[in-house]
């Protein structure tokens, strides 16, 4: 099985903030990377897929990089909605995966 | 409006048995794999297993903590996707989601459209 390791696993931010979440696999995976946010209580949202292209919806300032096995999640000007957990997975074989989380919380 | 709606959850004893429907709108059902994902209270994220499109031969696949217990299938004219969840452990307590699953030209795959989760509860 792929493992895929996220970090930090905390991270105090503010609202306008430009942060960075980082995902590392145990293989190459191409360009086989997901990026969900997922609220207290709610299902989990995709934001990025393919390791950089943005969901339709989602806003720009969401952004996505990568390939191979290191890959990035980037929100730039932080705001109040963004405060969650962030999760990576690859789609590139079964069993799909995810990172441990992300837990974005107020500075 | 593309929808995924998860039921069936509930308490159920260990090793009984558990049928979970996803019932989906807005959408060509047919056309689409449908995943199962879960996760434990305060846990991450686990794949389940997936039930691929007729076009893809309908076939599933399960992850290791689940097969030959768990089975997904799917009624294409109603638009739904079961999972049925037999010799139910303690650890398979979570919240379950059903997920519609896309592809881009590239046959990049990923879930686009999820359910808002049904809990199910093993518990003596």
Known sequence: ?107 | EVQVVESGGGLVQPGRSLRLSCKTSGFTFGDYTMSWFRQAPGKGLEWVGFIRSKAFGGTTEYAASVKGRFSISRDDPKSVAYLQMNSLKTEDTAVYYCTRDNQDYNYYFYMDVWGTGTTVTVSS
Request: neutral net charge; aromatic residues 12%.
């Open chain 1, 1 to 107: 099985d792929i493992q895929m390791t996220q970090s930090p696993s905390s991270l105090p931010a503010s609202i306008g903030d430009r942060v960075t979440i980082t995902c590392r696999t145990s293989q190459r995976i191409d360009t086989y990377l997901n990026w969900y946010r997922q609220k207290p209580g709610k299902a989990p949202e995709l934001l990025i897929y393919a390791a950089s292209s943005l969901q339709s919806g989602v806003p720009s300032r969401f952004s996505g990089s990568g390939s191979g096995a290191d890959f990035t999640l980037t929100i730039s000007d932080l705001q109040p909605d963004d405060f969650a957990t962030y999760f990576c997975q690859h789609t590139y074989s079964v069993p799909y995966t995810f990172g441990q989380g992300t837990k974005v919380d107020i500075k």
